[in-house]
């Protein structure tokens, strides 16, 4: 679709064009002029030649070191980083003849290195290369370190909790992604290297390049006989460019016949997973599994963090909102993070000084880490010593059936979802760690993965950690949960303990309470709410004093009209929402919101409410 433009812009854009684009159709009506028999053809072959090997040798010996400089430089941080960054790239703003003066002080005759080499690296067809892989490195060092900077980090994460060592996560991921930024760079190297002259000259009049020949050629026969001698150049361009356009052309991870598609995520698959993939039947919900411990305390920069925490649950939840350190511990247990100081032990285990690909974890990042250069099944295969029976069957259990050969790209967010668990779990892993991994996902789909997910969850040899911040999430896909704010636990527990009797207001507005309430303890099963009203509460027993201040709230959807209800309720405020009604009720001194369902008594003005005591959430106040 074109959109529209400010009145200058292509009026500017059409002036710079066109002066761009003179000089070429300049040319085009001298070519009845040009004096082809004046050209000595055996010179200009040679001239090619040498520029042709000397820009190539060149650019290899630029990538074979600007590929890693440019990497140190996007991935080190220190005080000579940014220096450096800075002096590789000053061959750019030198004119190229004083490149080649500061070369000549370098390996020029009277230099150290000179008299070394008696003088062999001037004049000479090593001069050349010298002076090419000096003023046309920047191109390659600059293209590396941006594609290495713009590569999430997270990807080269996940690839190490599948396995992966540092040096197979560079060859299998980080260079594959970097590629088409690298592939131009290397091109523009040597298009640069290829004309390069200034330098050329001063350092190595001969053998003859292709630019210094056709200096010389002009110095001795003219304008007339230029045409001829440029036609090569002119031709090393025009294949160099269309070779970066056409890599430009196929984005990273797009088939030539890719289009956006939109498709409806089939169901999970539930029926037999096949050998391996189930837990037995101590793996459901509820299931006491090994003992997790862990204990992090540290600085990431401004944000200071203390988790401490030991469990023997199956199916775990941090809860907390934005910022509270929740992603941040996962990372810590998978090794992705270091702490100042750091315990991580799992069924008798010590993980803590094991890097990411021993620590046997599964992790499924927030935003799913899809390789974007890898199929779905290649993605799935991809961890260490992957069995391709195993990654086929999850492939066929997650419903991935048909999208063996598409790239992340080409596949919905449900779609990429079933992928990075589908990947998590070939590799066998004691601990499965999941991001807020439903968060950007539809209502309706969020929801039936949930389910899906726990029916899954039974299955799995794992223990599974669950990163959110949706109460309803960690109620269904969790038995314990940690509460965390500011880098620290505020409480643990078995999940319906921790609703009940939340230990601060803050833990109680983190499990989804809004609109909370206040009273005083009345007896060990009851507060009284104001109004000569005393609220029944149920296990445990209140362990405050009588008399003290305490908040509440009433949990879920849980008070019910009926004739016989234990409390009076005055409506003071009523809206209909389709076949429900969401309403304001006095009872004592409390004004509560609830919802009614379109049978229910308060669509016809019941006035006494039942509220179940065991929904009756009391924290201090």
């Known amino acids: 679709m074109n959109r529209p433009l400010p009145a200058p812009v ?239 052309a196929r984005p990273l991870g797009y088939p030539a016949a890719a289009r956006e598609r939109l498709e409806i995520t089939p169901p999970l698959r539930v029926a037999s997973a096949g050998r391996g993939a189930g837990a037995g039947p101590d793996a459901g919900p509820g299931a006491q599994g090994r003992e997790l411990r862990f204990r992090y305390q540290g600085r990431l920069g401004d944000f200071q963090f203390e988790v401490a925490a030991s469990t023997r649950a199956r199916r775990i939840a941090v809860i907390g909102a934005s910022g509270a350190g929740k992603s941040l511990l996962l990372r810590l247990i998978a090794g992705l993070e270091r702490a100042d100081t750091g315990v991580l032990e799992f069924a008798g285990r010590d993980l803590s000084r094991l890097p990411p690909e021993e620590r046997r974890v599964g992790y499924l990042p927030q935003n799913y880490c899809l390789f974007p250069h890898l199929t779905v099944m290649r993605q799935v295969r991809f961890a260490a010593a992957s069995d391709p029976e195993v990654a086929e069957r999850w492939v066929a259990r997650l419903g991935l059936g048909g999208l063996e050969r598409r790239f992340p790209a080409e596949l919905s967010l449900g779609q990429q979802q079933r992928v990075a668990l589908a990947r998590a779990l070939v590799r066998p892993a004691d601990l499965l760690l999941l991001d807020e991994p439903f968060s950007a996902l539809d209502a309706p789909l969020r929801s039936r993965l949930r389910r899906e997910f726990r029916q899954l969850q039974r299955e799995l040899d794992m223990t599974t950690i669950l990163v959110t911040h949706d109460p309803l999430e960690a109620a269904l896909l969790a038995d314990e949960i940690f509460v965390m704010s500011e880098g620290r636990v505020l409480q643990g527990g078995r999940f319906e303990e921790i609703a009940r009797r939340p230990a601060s207001e803050l833990v109680a507005h983190l499990l989804g309470a809004d609109e909370l309430q206040t009273g005083l303890v009345a007896a060990p099963y009851a507060i009284d709410i104001g109004g000569g009203v005393q609220l029944a509460v149920g296990a445990p027993a209140l362990t405050f004093p009588v008399g003290t201040r305490v908040g509440w709230r009433i949990l879920g959807d849980r008070v019910r009209f009926h004739s016989n209800g234990a409390y009076a309720a005055e409506v003071e405020e009523r809206t209909e929402i389709g076949d429900r009604i969401e309403l304001y009720l006095r009872i004592g001194g409390a004004r509560l919101r609830v919802e009614a369902g379109g049978s229910d008594e308060a669509r016809r003005g019941g006035e006494r409410v039942d509220i179940a005591p065991d929904s009756v959430q009391v924290w201090p106040a």
Do not use: K, N
């Not at 060149?58 to 430089?73: D, R, W």
């Not at 003023?135 to 293209?143: C, D, K, M, N, T």
């Not at 599948?162 to 088409?180: E, H, K, Y």
């Open 10 to 248: 292509p009026w500017l854009a059409g002036l710079l064009a066109l002066y761009l684009l003179g000089p070429f159709l300049a040319g085009i009506p001298e070519l009845g002029a040009a004096d082809w028999h004046a050209v000595d053809a055996a010179t200009l072959g040679r001239a090619c030649a040498v520029s042709v090997l000397s820009a190539s040798l060149a650019t290899l010996l630029i990538a074979l070191g600007g590929i890693p400089l440019g990497l140190v430089l996007a991935r080190r941080r220190g005080r000579w980083v940014e220096p450096l960054g800075f002096l590789v790239q000053l061959p750019l703003a030198l004119p190229p003849l004083a490149s080649g003066v500061l070369l000549l002080f370098l390996v020029g005759r009277r230099s150290l290195i000179g008299h070394l080499t008696d003088g062999r690296l001037t004049d000479s067809f090593a001069g050349i290369v010298l002076a090419e892989t000096f003023v046309a490195a920047p191109f390659l060092i600059i293209a590396a370190r941006s594609a290495f900077a713009s590569i999430d980090p997270m990807l080269e994460g996940v690839a190490a909790t599948l396995g992966s060592a540092p040096t197979g996560t560079f060859f299998r991921v980080s260079l594959p992604i970097a590629w088409p930024a690298l592939r131009a760079g290397i091109l523009l190297s040597w298009l640069r290297a290829f004309g390069e002259f200034g330098a050329t000259v001063m350092v190595a009049y001969h053998p003859y390049s292709l630019p210094v020949y056709t200096f010389v050629a002009f110095g001795s026969q003219g304008l007339p006989a230029m045409l001829p001698v440029l036609l090569p150049t002119l031709g090393a361009a025009v294949l160099v460019l269309a070779l970066m356009s056409a890599g430009a």
